[in-house]
């Protein structure tokens, strides 16, 4: 499809392939890759940025997707693309001259198979007894769909947060399919935090009666352990200053909110549990929990895993407000690549915003990503 611009109708498409066999050693005997393409593939399938989403994003990234097939927890605020204003033409992710590729994740809710997708074996939702995920699991299952499109190479494997971690993954495992990295507020791997955060959310939806051990989607909704999942991980996406301007004076009518802090955060779980499911949540902050880029590559430095990078052109991007990836990540990334001998650029961005700047701020990241992508 040409893609039009920003508020323009975008459209999910899918991509069925069979026999995907998983880190686990399962295998998923078929799958579906939920994804949008904005702008047009050139002849020689060079012209690609393959992007990733972050934790709880969709592959629809730009425009506007009214609704999508088959999901049944697409809702208003998933109808705007999340890096709406980054990419189109003429933007910084410039569709008049690259084709730009997002695909939800494999174990996602939002079309692609995933804990709430229907086993065909059984007849019933996965539930959870959908495959554990490793993140390695979520590149390697997009390989085919370049390959059906035809590209060898991506021009840019690009992604934020968790993104990014994705981005690095396919980079060392598949050095000769890119051409160059995008990495915005990422690092080298999960750190202690990321494991402390993720397991109190892993904790906070298994001990809601209502996940009945994952087996909720004919009874009550795990509301509360999700939206207090969300609300332990937002702490580390929004900077103490930003949540202070966010939360409004009001206080909403809840038996246990009694501040306008407490009420934003409340809201902000709310949001969350009309649009997501809690057993694709577990899966996907357990492989960014699990994730580390030696055992991702067998490699035993750091140096090591990126040296068959050196062919590529990286492109680390801080945000100096960030308490998710700390701008101390991002330099250990950057000193990794340079160890490798890998050509690395390292730009940062001053935001009041935190970790969220990277869906907010597009005017803060345009000359970095022209530059990245020039």
């Known amino acids: 499809m040409t893609y039009q611009g920003s508020g323009a109708k975008a459209e999910t498409n899918f991509f069925d392939y069979s026999a995907f066999k998983m880190r686990s050693g ?46 049944e927890r697409w809702v208003e605020e998933n109808q705007t693309g999340w890096w709406e204003g980054f990419v189109g033409p003429g933007m910084a992710v410039d569709t008049d001259r690259y084709a730009v590729l997002c695909v939800n994740y494999l174990g996602g809710c ?9 086993d065909d074996e059984t007849g019933a939702r996965y539930g ?22 035809g590209v060898r190479t991506v021009r840019a494997a690009a992604g934020a947060s968790v993104g990014a971690l994705l981005s690095l993954s396919m980079a060392a495992r598949y050095p000769d399919r890119v051409r160059s990295v995008i990495a915005l507020a990422g690092g080298l791997g999960a750190t202690t935090l990321h494991r402390m955060l993720n397991f109190e959310q892993r904790l906070a939806i298994l001990n809601d009666p209502n996940f009945a051990g994952g087996h909720y989607y004919d009874g009550e909704f795990p509301a509360g352990g999700l939206a207090l999942a969300r609300i332990i991980s937002h702490k580390a996406f929004v900077s103490i200053d930003a949540i202070k301007t966010r939360a409004r004076s009001e206080v909403i009518d809840h038996p246990y909110v009694t501040h306008p802090v407490e009420s ?41 895993a990126l040296a068959v990078c050196r062919d590529q052109q990286w492109h680390v991007l801080t945000i100096d407000t960030d308490v998710c ?18 050509s690395v650029e390292w730009a940062k961005v001053s935001s009041a915003k935190g970790h969220d700047a990277f869906l907010t701020e597009p005017a803060l990241f345009d000359d970095v990503l022209r530059r990245a992508l020039a």
């Open 110 to 118: 939002y079309g692609t198979t995933g804990p709430s997708s229907i």
């Open 26 to 71: 399962d295998l998923l005997p078929r799958v579906r890759l939920a994804y949008e393409l904005y702008g047009e593939i050139n002849s020689s399938g060079d012209n690609l940025i393959l992007l990733f989403h972050a934790l709880t994003g969709s592959q629809h990234a730009a425009g506007f997707t009214a609704s999508v097939e088959g999901v």
């Open 264 to 304: 934003y955060f409340w809201h902000q779980g709310e949001k969350l549990v009309i649009r997501f499911d809690p057993n694709s949540y577990l899966r996907i902050i357990d492989a960014w929990s699990n994730y580390d880029l030696l055992t991702d590559t067998g490699a035993s430095t750091y140096e090591e």
């Open 325 to 342: 990836f700390y701008p101390e990540e991002q330099r250990q990334l950057v000193e990794a690549l340079r160890a490798a001998g890998v």
């Open 128 to 149: 959870p007894d959908f495959p554990p995920v490793h993140l390695a699991d979520i590149v390697d299952s997009q390989l085919p769909l370049l390959d059906h499109l």
